[in-house]
């Protein structure tokens, strides 16, 4: 099970970042030859504007505990490491405007983290932020990378979106707001810069 699930992630981290490389359509030439499959698009053909810059603050809410958790382990370590090397947990946590629970409700992250790390809590992260409030609901952006927990300031890289984050690219800057040390449960507000059209 946990080799299957390991497999689907690899698939999944290899198809975001295919998907995220840009538009690709497949023709052949007039002499019927594969050199020509890549062609060069008008992003005004494609109803795309001009690109702009969009600055937003989220807190993301990884609850492991309860009956109600968000962030579930589906892969133990093999070893008893002392960063949890090996550890895989697939999220679901609220994306709120304040960093209270109660606090609205504008999205979803949604995908999976991994402590990746043999020296440090290092995590993997590949998650979709998917919004479901105002002209944003249906949109999402994909955050892929390192999140080394200890650091005070994060930096991830935003490789994709769609919806309106289509064509997406930026940066995240995660702090935690909060970490309950018995039960596990953690609030992270993400800085979001996202370039898109």
Request: charged share 15%.
């Amino acid at each position: 099970m946990a080799r299957i699930l390991l497999l689907l992630a690899s698939k999944f981290i290899f198809l975001s970042i295919l998907s995220s490389s840009g538009v690709i359509r497949c023709t052949r030439g007039e002499n019927n030859d594969d050199h020509g499959f890549i062609q060069s698009l008008d992003r005004e053909s494609m109803g795309l504007k001009k690109e702009k810059l969009s600055h937003f603050r989220i807190y993301w809410h990884d609850i492991v505990s309860g009956h109600n958790a968000t962030s579930i382990q589906v892969v133990r370590p093999s070893n008893a490491s002392a960063t949890g090397f090996g550890i895989i947990n697939m999220i679901d946590n609220p994306l709120t405007l304040g960093p209270n629970l109660s606090s609205k409700l504008v999205g979803r992250a949604q995908g999976f983290y991994a402590l990746s790390s043999q020296e440090e809590v290092g995590l993997l992260m590949s998650m979709n932020f998917a919004f479901t409030e105002g002209k944003y609901n249906g949109s999402t952006i994909t955050v892929l990378g390192r999140n080394p927990v200890f650091n005070k300031v994060r930096e991830m890289p935003v490789i994709g979106g769609s919806g309106l984050f289509r064509f997406a690219r930026g940066y995240v800057q995660a702090r935690t707001n909060t970490f309950n040390l018995t039960s596990g449960d953690a609030i992270i507000e993400y800085t979001c810069y996202v370039m898109h059209y």
